[in-house]
């Protein structure tokens, strides 16, 4: 073992020790833990949860990028599915697709990606970040998440919103992988959080998640789920057991 991994870890373990108990004391009292604040990077992950939602109001805004500024090359991480079904839908302009939002709702609802298109739409021009250190400048076109929350009717003490992609037969073939992810409220009804089915004044690419994807603009790029087909609106996300995506639970920038 190396002396500067060594050092490293004892640096992180003094750190941890530092913050850990005064960020775990404080997010609990303030309700801001996050839901992996029991895992190994715990302390911080709470450390910056709380302190991103206590010094930043819900309505905080990011940065907007005038549409010359869009990138020439969009990064792509994880390309569509390949599975006949995903094909067919791709072939029909997804006819058969709908995207299910239930949990605790009032209205549980089924959307067609024509239905999502016949809503109020609006488009955000923002960065996107990715945790591997590239970024792009995209625009994003879809419906406010925050709308159809309204359609269905969220219940009182809702927390958090888990997302899923399509049903993928190829996630263990090491072919395509997607993954699900989940969100709190506070990032749900953020005004710059859409269900984008359009990107850069087209459609979305299938390689950036089409028929649609969650887009916010305060979180990393791996947050930001593609390919999706179900929400569920929950104040328990501990029920869907291990998230199996990149990074830590709360991505924030």
Not at 68 to 78: D, E, F, L, R
Not at 155 to 178: C, D, K, S, W
């Given at each position: 073992?190396?002396?500067?991994?060594?050092?490293?870890?004892?640096?992180?373990?003094?750190?941890?020790a530092?913050?850990?108990?005064?960020?775990l004391?404080?997010?609990?009292?303030?309700?801001?833990?996050?839901?992996?604040?029991?895992?190994?990077?715990?302390?911080?992950?709470?450390?910056?949860?709380?302190?991103?939602?206590?010094?930043t109001?819900?309505?905080?805004?990011a940065?907007?990028?005038?549409r010359?500024?869009?990138?020439?090359?969009?990064?792509?991480?994880?390309?569509?599915?390949?599975d006949?079904?995903?094909?067919?839908?791709?072939?029909?302009?997804?006819?058969g697709?709908?995207?299910?939002i239930?949990?605790?709702?009032?209205?549980?609802?089924?959307?067609?990606?024509?239905?999502?298109k016949?809503?109020?739409?609006?488009?955000?021009?923002?960065?996107?970040?990715?945790?591997?250190?590239?970024?792009?400048?995209?625009?994003?076109?879809?419906v406010?998440?925050?709308?159809?929350?309204?359609?269905?009717?969220?219940?009182?003490g809702a927390?958090?919103?888990?997302?899923?992609?399509?049903?993928?037969?190829?996630?263990?073939?090491?072919?395509?992988?997607?993954?699900?992810?989940?969100?709190?409220?506070?990032?749900?009804?953020?005004p710059?959080?859409?269900?984008?089915?359009?990107?850069?004044?087209?459609?979305?690419p299938?390689?950036?998640?089409?028929?649609?994807r969650?887009?916010?603009?305060?979180?990393?790029?791996?947050?930001?789920?593609?390919?999706?087909?179900r929400?569920?609106?929950?104040?328990?996300?501990?029920?869907?057991?291990?998230r199996?995506?990149?990074?830590?639970?709360?991505?924030g920038?």
């Amino acid at each position: 073992m190396s002396t500067d991994f060594t050092r490293r870890n004892l640096i992180r373990a003094g750190v941890a020790a530092a913050v850990g108990g005064p960020a775990l004391y404080y997010g609990g009292r303030h309700l801001l833990l996050p839901p992996d604040y029991r895992s190994v990077l715990g302390a911080g992950e709470t450390l910056s949860y709380s302190a991103q939602r206590l010094v930043t109001s819900n309505q905080s805004l990011a940065r907007e990028f005038p549409r010359n500024q869009i990138s020439k090359v969009a990064v792509v991480n994880g390309r569509a599915p390949t599975d006949e079904v995903y094909r067919s839908w791709l072939t029909s302009g997804f006819n058969g697709w709908r995207l299910e939002i239930e949990g605790a709702v009032a209205r549980p609802s089924s959307f067609t990606l024509n239905d999502l298109k016949r809503m109020p739409a609006e488009s955000h021009t923002i960065l996107h970040a990715c945790e591997q250190g590239w970024s792009f400048i995209a625009e994003w076109r879809g419906v406010r998440l925050s709308h159809l929350l309204e359609l269905v009717q969220t219940q009182p003490g809702a927390r958090y919103l888990v997302m899923f992609p399509i049903p993928n037969p190829q996630e263990h073939t090491g072919i395509v992988r997607l993954f699900w992810d989940s969100i709190d409220m506070a990032d749900a009804l953020h005004p710059q959080t859409l269900i984008a089915y359009g990107m850069n004044g087209g459609d979305l690419p299938p390689d950036h998640g089409a028929p649609v994807r969650l887009r916010m603009s305060r979180q990393l790029g791996y947050k930001n789920v593609k390919f999706l087909s179900r929400i569920v609106v929950t104040d328990n996300i501990e029920q869907f057991g291990t998230r199996g995506g990149p990074g830590t639970w709360y991505g924030g920038i």
